[in-house]
């Protein structure tokens, strides 16, 4: 089985500029997670969306939004790139069903650089 | 606040040492869940155990074992007999219930077993 994709692996921006990443979750699985990572630190949280409604937001500005599609693959939107945003993105994904199938799983994420 | 801490930053071994990773957690809800996700320089999040804060019996995996303490409110991870290929990152993290299931990530150990 396929486990969670990303899409592009890597990416180059520039200040300013826009950029959509995108992300497939595992057959089955109804919800997906965004995950920021910068350089030597733990991922941070960005989104949780669940059957195409958001149900979380971490402390993020309003330049990143998120969509989820009928198919539950999911886009993360960065609007006015500044250097800080610079990382990799990470998507993870869940049933969100019963309780012990919690457990997320993470695709490769895309490696975003803003110059 | 930081939910979760993970106090080593780097921890460099020769190969067959066994290595323990410490993590330390802080949570409010009865309900909760704890983490261990390796990653590789590839970079992607490889989920290697999950644990309710229910269930406090230790866990065996091949070479891998977690040590989880409620009364101390930490959840370490030991890698025995390490070899070169366990070189990662590694992340604790935990879930809570009252959070919807958003994963809050500790900083993360570099661990380096050398040949």
């Known amino acids: 089985d396929a486990g969670v994709t990303q899409s592009p692996t890597h990416l180059i921006k520039t200040r300013g500029q826009h950029v959509t990443l995108r992300c497939s979750p595992i057959?089955?699985?109804?919800?997906v997670s965004w995950y920021q990572q910068v350089l030597g630190q733990g991922p941070q949280f960005i989104f949780q969306?669940?059957?195409?409604?958001?149900?979380g937001r971490g402390n993020f500005p309003d330049r990143f939004s998120a969509r989820q599609f009928p198919n539950y693959s999911s886009e993360l939107n960065v609007n006015a790139l500044l250097l800080g945003d610079s990382a990799l993105y990470l998507c993870?994904?869940?049933?969100?069903?019963?309780?012990?199938?919690?457990?997320?799983?993470f695709g490769p994420g895309t490696r975003l650089l803003v110059l | 606040a930081q939910k979760v801490t993970q106090a080593q930053t780097e921890i460099s071994v020769v190969e067959k040492e066994d290595v323990t990773l410490d993590c330390v957690y802080e949570?409010?809800?009865?309900?909760?869940?704890l983490f261990w996700y390796k990653q590789p320089p590839s970079g992607e999040l490889v989920f290697l155990i999950r644990?309710?804060?229910?269930?406090?019996q230790n866990e065996i995996s091949g070479r891998y074992s977690w040590n989880f303490q409620k009364s101390t409110s930490s959840f370490n991870f030991t890698i025995t007999a390490s070899q070169v290929v366990d070189s990662a990152v590694y992340f604790c993290a935990l879930s809570e219930v009252s959070n919807d299931y958003k994963l809050s990530f500790g900083a993360g150990t570099t661990v380096t077993v050398r040949a």
């Open positions: 644990r309710n804060s229910f269930d406090e």
């Open positions: 969306y669940y059957e195409k409604e958001e149900r």
């Open positions: 993870a994904s869940s049933f969100m069903g019963l309780a012990e199938q919690e457990t997320q799983y």
């Open positions: 057959s089955g699985h109804k919800s």
């Open positions: 949570t409010r809800d009865t309900t909760y869940y």
